[in-house]
């Protein structure tokens, strides 16, 4: 890994394009809320006014239920929003450590199923958790969350995003030049390799990171396909 490398936990999060909340592991107090979070509530009609008010939201998904450090907690709420219309969303929560000290992070994604979703039970706490990677513009991966399932992190860090794209998945090469081309993030359906050459699909959200327009890298989160 790089040593001199600017991604870090905060860096990925903060530019992350999918919308993310951090909270203490009691769910008592909103640590961060990053733009694309701001954003997609505001895009939903979804108007919250203070942290109480977000604090008292989030408590609603999770009921007390934590994540264990390696898994994550699916939850698929539907609310309304202030034109009184239903709004489905798939949420996952997971531990992770900022300074040293755990906490939660809630990644928020919308639901295609929204008007026929009910409120479901917490599933089994062994949903794979939302990975977040800093790419540098070349294609090294210089920051990762955690590590993957059967994969080590030092086989993760310093290496190249392509070799964990799957051959059928090079066309995703266009979903790069988009971004950069447009310099906004961009999101698609992608298969990543897992463990044992297994492939992993996933929702991508890919954000170009530039400084002075010079493309210096990007945050890409993935986030695992959940069927509830």
Known sequence: MNQSSPFTFVTAFSKSAMPMILTDTAVS?????????IHYLNTLRIYITSSKELINLLQSFTKGNIPSPQGALVFQPV??????Q??????????????????LLFSISDSTQAAGLMQKSPPPDSASPVLLLGIAAEGTIEFINRSVLGIGMDQILGSNIDNWTLPEQFGDIRQY?????????????SK???PNEIPLEAKIYLSP????????????????????
């Open 79 to 84: 609310l309304k929003n202030s034109a009184n």
């Open 192 to 194: 990543l390799m897992g």
């Open 29 to 37: 107090a909103v640590l961060s809320i990053n733009a694309a979070a």
């Open 86 to 103: 239903p709004v489905g969303l798939t949420v996952w929560v997971q531990q992770e450590f900022l300074a040293g000290k755990p906490v």
């Open 177 to 189: 030049e988009l971004a950069i081309e447009t310099m906004r993030p961009v999101i698609f359906q």
């Open 209 to 228: 990171i530039f400084e002075w327009e010079a493309l210096t890298g990007f945050v890409i989160t993935a986030v695992p396909l959940y069927q509830a």
